[in-house]
């Protein structure tokens, strides 16, 4: 076995509770290492020798490490125990605090030493089914003619530039819920919808105001009531790494200068406060001058950003927030921010934009999930792209879960592209194999809707990808949705509505466990197993533009059984070994 | 090169901010693996390509593992970074959140979001040069016989059981004062002084209350105020886990069942309270029915504890506390704790009681340290057990530090016994090598208070150790404090004044990094080099009862410079290779 790769801490992500007295572990080894992976443990006061066992499961492998994990439970609520490994070649050791050794004492322990409530990292169970659609509101639907800016483009128009403007607004989002309904999701996330300059309003002027383009407070109730009565949540974007250059404490600022009370809520460089050619402040990125940095530091900016998210939880009955630039905003104010969430509304997420590893703000004390752009970059580069094989896309998806509790994993907002992306169909069009028009986008990216539908963590569709919609990256990532029926791709939805329907049905789809179950890295064909309270579905997928034929073993199936192909309703009857045709770019649902 | 060996992760302890623009970065590898680590590194919102370069140094190493380290300066404080790893083999290999690949662009980048000055671990500038001595109040001296308990025993009577007084109080302590000046120590940690039904005083009846055996308010106000006038500073024994079962809240429970408003500050399991023969309520450890556990989660009972917390601070003018079982107290407590702590005095200290790793407490947003236990099973090992050897030690000490930021390692408590363990020359009575009269415990505890005196943390002297006191485990432990000259091992202490007095002449023993230097595992020959602002010492240990001749070189120094023994005073002249005898049990401290 090699030492080297052996990998426990008693801490999240590879020790976290699940209940008052659960405790799931996690060990990394080197891939293939090991045979058995066992647990003596038993509560830390007990006297040695009395321990309980515990066999751990392989549940994950990416290119140089398996995964084992297994749940203690424990009737104290303190947990020491020490692994007990068993390698392929016969070898053991065993695995605690103190070391790896042959001889258990020189092992020592690891320690939990104890369960508390409220340190347990609780998600709001609706997350568990959430399937989130996500809405640029300028762009969605022009509900109210007369909130329109002035020189609103007509909706057909060409989009030409950042800063134009076509009406979207709160109304139209209000008219289009029997649209979202139909489509099955059950939870809109928003971009920013409080009173600000831009068409993209990341620079609130007013955050206690809903952009009078977008409608007013009695139009945002309106929305959360009636999607409510729909089964839709909203959630709202929480823009509080900087504000707008308007915002009433910025304007102080630079009207006053270092007499301004609110000279300490930013981060200024020196005073006077210069805006041009090159900003004196901090801002979102580097000199953005519109975008100053608001210091969360400062105690009254802290309550001001705390009461905003208070209020709209309160008054207007939204079911959490998603943050913007999360990540360069402290943990200390995250952790205030969600005393303040769950207290106004203990089922309300959060869901930070964080676009690398966010074990930092996923311990439980902070966010419940990030924007899962790990996911998203997998997902591009193997069905969009096409630039790596099976094999790396499953370590990849291992990586992006393995760093995370279970409970993260199920708030992950699994996106494959959004407002701050190009389109994942332009993806699929500009890159992958073959040429032009040998690279059927459209069978792309149906293949990675359905997988991104039949993953773990909260699927999220970015408006207007469930028909087809393309461009790049922004501005050409906002255009207009198309509502005109002859303009939207049929197939597109049709499949996206299947496929919501399926998740809709298949409980393990949503909230059951993964596990990879082919990974045909010649064939181009990938297979994996979700299973929830005893229920499996198979998933297998086909990212060639060739037929393939694959073996594989109905590993959660007896032999004789019948399997039933979901898609196409076809019935296969369960050997040792299975021949499959799937077709190019096809996917395939087996339910025993 | 070993990829599973390779572990980075872009949070603590693996990057963590030391000030608001430098970040310090560090690097796992597989022991021997790597010639060269670099990184490349820039703000993240620049285009690649113009990335500043940083060569990572080996600072320690383990059985397994080499540990690189190195700082990023920042100026917005916003980092991205990739490392290059050159293989002792020629190869090289990127190393990114993404992966570990000859391709830069496959590794990706780690991200260090943003360096927030409130996120970052701040630990008092006192505590650098901090040598703690930890008090059993009852023991140490009786400094007021009126307020001596019935039955009190004679000073010198034999300790015979747990439940014995001997009047030890805070007068006591205060008429010492000179005593502890005199021996140098800059810090009194006292074990709980609160009202209590128990000598140890771990069972609180009253938090606002000193016990009448050991004072009163003013008693307290007196001591912390003489202490101050002598540079010596008082940390409190914090007992949040539990309490007695004479606190008034649980008497209230005990009387009123589930009627009483304090049912929910305790986990009761069912009414009524039932304490015998086997608790129905959990407690500290398991059914210990005079020690009832709190429910740190109720907000009054955070509430109480928390003001208790400040009180002390600001009526006594303490400047810290201990934080006994901290481990199965919950994280968000702690939380709330240092908040309440730190802002009632930026210069308190606050060190967890916990005997493992305890890296989840240590970020920075709840202690500032631990009693460090694995630094004395180290020690215990090593010097008194003698069942490791010098690459054994040095591979547990690294592995100590290197779960840790350097603020955590700074503020670490190290003890090598105290009021819970045997004393440490009793451990080294009764193991290590040779026969009885040949074991030579004097010299091995001289030799590993020179250690603890030498290493990076505070250490932690427990009250009688510098005089030779010995005792096994719990009472034993806890004997009275010998004060007869003719009873006090005199070479004890004056190695203790000795070794303290060159610990505050020499900022590097305090305030340096580490380096190990010698394992000369034949001849049990240790060396390690402390460093601070350029300034370098060499420590030599040799933990055998033979007098060892080793072979060293004096990196730190340049040929034909003068090194000077400090212990002896005798000079040396560098040469590439210096031979070196050392006395057995012997230590030496080359100064350049």
Not at 49 to 62: I, K, P
Not at 154 to 169: A, F, H, I, M, V
Not at 284 to 309: C, D, G, I
Request: hydrophobic share 35%; glycine share 6%.
């Amino acid at each position: 076995m090699l030492k080297e790769a052996l990998l426990h801490v008693a801490d999240n992500p590879y020790a976290f509770a699940v209940d008052n007295h659960q405790l799931k572990v996690r060990l990394r080894a080197k891939k293939g290492d090991i045979l058995r992976c066992d647990i003596l443990h038993d509560d830390r006061y007990r006297s040695v020798g009395r321990e309980n066992r515990l066999a751990l499961t392989n549940v994950a492998w990416d290119d140089l490490y398996d995964y084992f994990e297994g749940v203690i439970t424990s009737d104290t609520k303190r947990v020491r125990y020490v692994f007990l490994l068993t390698g392929i070649d016969g070898s053991h050791l065993w695995y605690g605090e103190k070391g790896i050794s042959v001889n258990r004492e020189e092992a020592g322990y690891f320690q939990f030493a104890y369960i508390a409530e409220q340190d347990i990292f609780r998600i709001p169970d609706w997350v568990h089914d959430g399937i989130v659609y996500q809405i640029f509101p300028e762009r969605f639907y022009n509900g109210d003619k007369t909130n329109d800016p002035p020189n609103t483009l007509e909706w057909e128009d060409k989009l030409t530039d950042w800063k134009c403007y076509y009406g979207g607004d709160l109304s139209g989002i209000l008219n289009k819920l029997p649209y979202l309904e139909e489509l099955g999701i059950n939870v809109i996330y928003m971009t920013p919808i409080f009173s600000s300059t831009t068409n993209h309003k990341y620079d609130t002027t007013d955050y206690y105001s809903i952009d009078p383009q977008f409608g007013d407070l009695d139009t945002v109730k309106a929305l959360v009531k009636e999607a409510r009565s729909k089964g839709i949540r909203i959630i709202f974007d929480a823009v509080f790494n900087h504000c707008g250059d308007t915002f009433f404490a910025f304007q102080d600022v630079l009207l006053k200068g270092e007499q301004s009370k609110f000279a300490d809520w930013f981060f200024i460089n020196e005073f006077p406060v210069i805006q041009h050619p090159k900003t004196n402040y901090e801002t979102f990125a580097n000199h953005v001058s519109t975008m100053p940095k608001l210091n969360t530091k400062h105690p009254e900016v802290q309550a001001y950003l705390l009461r905003v998210a208070r209020y709209w939880i309160e008054e207007a009955g939204i079911d959490g927030w998603r943050l913007d630039v999360a990540n360069e905003v402290d943990h200390d104010f995250w952790r205030a921010f969600r005393k303040v969430v769950k207290d106004a509304n203990p089922e309300a997420v959060i869901i930070g934009e964080v676009w690398h590893d966010s074990r930092a703000w996923l311990r439980g004390d902070q966010f419940d999930g990030v924007m899962n752009y790990l996911f998203k970059e997998a997902l591009n580069d193997f069905f969009a792209k096409q630039s790596i094989g099976v094999r790396s896309f499953n370590n990849r998806l291992t990586r992006s879960r393995m760093i995370y509790s279970d409970q993260a994993n199920a708030a992950m907002l699994n996106l494959i592209d959004c407002h701050d992306t190009e389109r994942f169909i332009t993806a699929c069009s500009n890159s992958g194999w073959g040429w032009n028009e040998e690279r059927r986008p459209l069978d792309r990216m149906k293949l990675a809707a359905f997988f991104q539908l039949t993953y773990p963590g909260m699927p999220m569709i970015y408006y207007g990808d469930e028909v087809g919609m393309d461009g790049e990256n922004d501005p050409y990532c906002r255009k207009p949705m198309v509502w005109d029926k002859n303009m939207q791709n049929e197939d597109m939805l049709d499949h996206y509505k299947t496929m919501i329907s399926l998740r809709n049905e298949l409980p393990e789809l949503s909230r059951g466990s993964y596990e990879t179950w082919v990974e045909d890295e010649l064939a181009t064909v990938y297979g994996y197993i979700r299973t929830y309270k005893g229920q499996s579905t198979g998933m297998l997928i086909n990212n060639s533009p060739r037929e393939q034929e694959v073996s594989i073993s109905f590993i959660w199936m007896n032999e004789g059984d019948k399997v039933t192909e979901l898609i196409t309703g076809k019935e296969y009857r369960v050997s040792p070994v299975n021949t499959i045709q799937i077709e190019p770019y096809g996917y395939m649902v087996f339910k025993g």
